[in-house]
């Protein structure tokens, strides 16, 4: 079980603020939910009247999102006890217990739906990004995310693919100089967008996205951290990837564009460093829990 330091530490590298950001996110969806309050419960179950509830996975897979799902039920009721069963990261498997919580039967109830809710998009991403990891088994590359998220829930959604054994690109526009087509069409080349880059880094690191082996020559040109190479065909990867190691062998490859679990495994075997996977967040299926009551 997590305590609340540590997911301050595992769910934001660079904000200290990243625990009042969960808060924040699970206030806001709680809200979506609760409304002025849960009417069917208020009705129908006493308030003092005690219930056990213990939440199951339906499927199997990789879990993600406990200790948020802990903090909808403390948000709804602070007395609420959760007690996980299983880390995150951990496999699951259908109608595997994963989570007890004991207090008020109405506090439970009221957080149930927004609690699962987090664990079936977070659990459905780190699943989904544990395929693509054990597609590429023993290959040298690396599986990235991107940042196709789900608006306001970007924090969670990289978190998850890191409990499913991915690795995190960067977290927005502002930890990562990424110089991208439109850039490059509006500096003029590759060239003047680089060396404006360049000359105002801040310490930053510096990619380059190519569509052909034209643009990499270009690119090659300058003391750079990273060449992308987007919507490659498969065997034009090889040769650029021949090509960029001819020139220089510390320059970190990404492949991009079109990756599926049908064709991760052959571009990884290109020799690139890392595969970056819009699919991870942008069109994970959601990781199937329920949660019966006692």
């Not at 540590?6 to 769910?11: A, D, K, S, T, V």
């Not at 219930?51 to 799902?69: H, Q, R, T, W």
């Not at 679990?261 to 890392?274: E, M, P, T, Y």
């Not at 996977?277 to 006692?294: I, M, Y």
């Amino acid at each position: 079980m997590l305590t609340s330091r540590r997911i301050i530490l595992i769910f934001t590298p660079m904000r200290k603020s990243g625990f009042q950001k969960i808060q924040e996110i699970v206030k806001i969806a709680l809200e979506e939910d609760l409304g002025k309050g849960d009417i069917t419960s208020e009705l129908i179950i006493p308030e003092k009247q005690k219930g056990m509830g213990f939440i199951i996975a339906k499927e199997k897979g990789i879990i993600a999102g406990l200790e948020v799902a802990k903090s909808v039920f403390k948000q709804v009721d602070p007395g609420l006890v959760f007690k996980p069963l299983v880390s995150d990261g951990d496999k699951v498997r259908p109608n595997q217990k994963v989570a007890l919580i004991r207090g008020k039967a109405k506090s439970i109830l009221a957080g149930e739906r927004t609690a699962l809710n987090f664990l079936q998009r977070l659990s459905g991403i780190a699943t989904l990004t544990g395929e693509f990891v054990r597609k590429i088994r023993g290959t040298k590359a690396k599986i990235l995310d991107t940042r196709k998220t789900t608006p306001g829930l970007r924090l969670l959604e990289k978190y998850a693919v890191k409990k499913g054994g991915g690795k995190n690109h960067r977290q927005g526009l502002y930890d990562m100089i990424l110089i991208k087509d439109n850039h490059i069409e509006a500096a003029g080349s590759i060239s003047l967008a680089i060396r404006k880059a360049l000359r105002n880094r801040k310490g930053l690191k510096i990619e380059v996205e190519t569509r052909n082996l034209e643009e990499i020559k270009e690119a090659l040109n300058f003391k750079i951290n990273r060449i992308m190479l987007d919507n490659f065909r498969s065997e034009d990867l090889k040769k650029a990837v021949k090509l960029i190691r001819s020139k220089n062998k510390k320059v970190e490859i990404e492949a991009s564009g079109k990756v599926n679990l049908k064709n991760v495994r052959k571009i990884a075997l290109s020799g690139v460093d890392f595969i970056s996977v819009g699919a991870l967040t942008h069109s994970a299926k959601a990781l199937d829990f329920s949660l019966l009551l006692k």
